[in-house]
Structure formats: C-alpha cells, structure tokens
Nanobody, 124 residues
Framework: VQLQAFGGGLVHPGGSLRLSCSAS????????MSWFRQAPGKKREGVAS????????YYAKSVRGRFTVSRDNAKSTVYLQMNGLKPEDTAVYYC??????????????????WGQGTLVTVSS
C-alpha cells in the first residue's frame, strides 16, 4: 500500500489550495479515505473523510463549509479542496486509508495506511 500526498504550499489567509493523494497497491474503491492534519505542537486531528464510492462525506466542525473532500476512483486519487484558508489551518496534511468504522469516526486507529504528509502554511 502506498499513499502519496502533494499539493501543499504557502497561501495567504482567505486563499485556496487543493491537495491530492495518489494511492497504489490496493483496490482503491474498496476503502473509505480520510484527511488528517497536524499543526506544530498539537495532536493530529481528523479533517474529512469520504466513503469508498464517494457517495458520502464527513467533515470536522473546524473545516465544515470551507473544505471539500472528493475522489476519482478511476485515478485512485482523493482530493481535499481548501477554501477560505485561515492561519489556524497551517499544518502538515496527511491522507489515510480507513479500514474500520464509519466515516464520521475520524480516529487515527481506524486507519491502517498513511501518506507522508504535505505542509500547508497559511500566512500573510
């Protein structure tokens, strides 16, 4: 199993960024996928998740209405569109494969494979 996240960078407050996570080594559309993030000095937290076929999504309260998770199963890729970015969104963002539980359970232990992370910095 390999997950590779990319698309991070420096963006001004209020700006937008789209992260991508390319997957390989497993049947992608068999698994829900999630995004997590870890800010400096803080615990990793769940951001968003999407069901295996993309029919349902779930978001943490802190990003609801600003972030959108989607997937393209033909490309084995999951995306995180981030709009209205705030300085508090600064973090390393990780994609993860969810192997147990429902998508509203953004719990690290319910994910069995992780990408390497991509840094998002929101600053003026």
């Amino acid at each position: 199993v390999q997950l590779q996240a990319f698309g991070g960078g420096l963006v001004h407050p209020g700006g937008s960024l789209r992260l991508s996570c390319s997957a390989s080594g497993f049947t992608f559309d068999d698994f829900p996928m999630s995004w997590f993030r870890q800010a400096p000095g803080k615990k990793r937290e769940g951001v968003a998740s999407i069901t295996s076929k993309g029919g349902s999504t779930y978001y943490a309260k802190s990003v609801r209405g600003r972030f959108t998770v989607s997937r393209d199963n033909a490309k084995s890729t999951v995306y995180l569109q981030m709009n209205g970015l705030k300085p508090e969104d600064t973090a390393v963002y990780y994609c993860a494969r969810k192997d147990v539980g429902s998508i509203d359970e953004l719990i690290e232990e319910m994910h069995d494979s992780w990408g390497q992370g991509t840094l998002v910095t929101v600053s003026s």
